[in-house]
């Protein structure tokens, strides 16, 4: 079946300016996250939803990125003012349960995106 | 804080031996801990996963082991082949199971 996809794979903007970053997940699946990675650095956590509701928000780094997944599905992380400090690659990924399922956790895995790759000149 | 850590960060080998890569986590209350590949210019990928009610798992060449009271967990690679080539990541869920730490990763070198 379809995996994550996200668009636009490839993202150049102006400093100041907003973007928006979507994701659309495996169909399903109830949980999804929002990852930002620089190069050779492991995924950075930014937020989470279950469904609709954003769970956790703690690793946003600042006001000025926000998410939302208004219909329990495709999620879009919006940057305002962008700043070149924010260019690096976001990634989501999707999990079909927000736990861990039984004793071999099946269910929980995060299934990754291609990303975006943000550059702000 | 929440953390994960993780060594080393490059490891060069030779075709056939085997490959350890080890993480530390700092929340003891962390039950969920998968091990991801990522090749160059590829999403990261799970190859193996293992919860904190076992302390050892195997699937074909890979396995991971858990060490709850130390909070340690590894990977081990047996017969290494030049495939598997890439930068593996390891990770611990936080709060709940909701929030996924990733450790830097560690690029591996199969030399043929």
């Known amino acids: 079946g379809a995996g994550v996809s996200q668009s636009p794979r490839y993202k150049v903007t102006k400093r100041g300016q907003d973007v928006a970053l979507r994701c659309d997940p495996i169909?399903?699946?109830?949980?999804l996250y929002w990852y930002r990675q620089a190069l050779g650095q492991g995924p950075e956590f930014l937020t989470y939803?279950?469904?609709?509701?954003?769970?956790?928000k703690s690793g946003l780094p600042n006001d000025r990125f926000s998410a939302e997944r208004p219909e329990g599905s495709i999620s879009t992380l919006t940057i305002q003012r962008t700043e070149q400090r924010d260019s690096a690659m976001y990634r989501c990924?999707?999990?079909?349960?927000?736990?861990?399922?039984?004793?071999?956790?099946?269910?929980?895995?995060?299934?990754f995106g291609p990303g975006t790759r943000l550059t702000v000149t | 804080g929440e953390n994960v850590e993780q060594h080393p960060s490059t490891l060069s080998v030779q075709e056939g031996d085997s490959a350890v890569i080890k993480c530390t986590y700092s929340?003891?209350?962390?039950?969920?801990f998968p091990w991801y590949k990522q090749e160059l210019g590829k999403r990261p990928q799970l190859i193996i996963d293992?919860?904190?009610?076992?302390g050892e798992k195997k699937d074909q060449r890979i396995a991971v082991t858990l060490n709850k009271t130390a909070k340690h967990f590894s990977l081990h690679i047996t017969e290494t082949q030049p495939e598997d080539s890439a930068v593996y990541f390891c990770?611990?869920?936080?709060?709940?199971?909701?929030?996924?730490?990733f450790g830097a990763g560690t690029r591996l070198f199969v030399k043929a």
């Open positions: 293992i919860r904190s009610n076992v």
């Open positions: 929340d003891s209350a962390s039950n969920y």
């Open positions: 169909s399903g699946h109830v949980s």
């Open positions: 990770a611990a869920t936080f709060t709940g199971g909701f929030k996924t730490i």
């Open positions: 939803f279950n469904y609709e509701a954003q769970q956790d």
């Open positions: 990924a999707s999990s079909l349960a927000p736990r861990p399922i039984g004793t071999s956790g099946r269910g929980y895995e995060q299934y």
